[in-house]
């Protein structure tokens, strides 16, 4: 690799706690996949496409993720480089939305 991890999130299987295996899970919930982004349901659903950036799976009515878009959902999040303030140091014509206008 170029020297950059990469994220892995983790999650608890429901059954954790009886002991037993759980079945491979492909899709997650909403409530699942905004607890391994450690964020609120609200925020994920704001964060949800077409609003936003991170990709569902709907079934019927419901919406689902998978762990491989959230963790590239993650890896785009990332700081890219220690000690930077974020995207707000980019260049002037950033499309950063917390970026401030020149004066």
Do not use: H, N
């Not at 349901?41 to 077409?50: E, K, M, N, S």
Request: a neutral charge; charged letters at 25%.
């Amino acid at each position: 690799m170029d020297g950059m991890t990469t994220t892995r999130l983790a999650l608890r299987p429901k059954d954790a706690a009886a002991g037993t295996d759980s079945p491979l899970r492909l899709l997650l919930t909403p409530r699942e996949a905004a607890e391994a982004l450690s964020v609120s349901d609200r925020t994920l659903w704001a964060w949800t496409a077409p609003r936003g950036p991170i990709p569902c799976v709907r079934i019927g009515r419901c919406a689902r993720y998978t762990l491989a878009d959230l963790e590239a959902f993650a890896e785009r999040q990332k700081v890219a480089e220690p000690g930077r303030q974020g995207c707000a140091e980019e260049s002037q014509e950033s499309s950063c939305p917390t970026a401030k206008p020149p004066l």
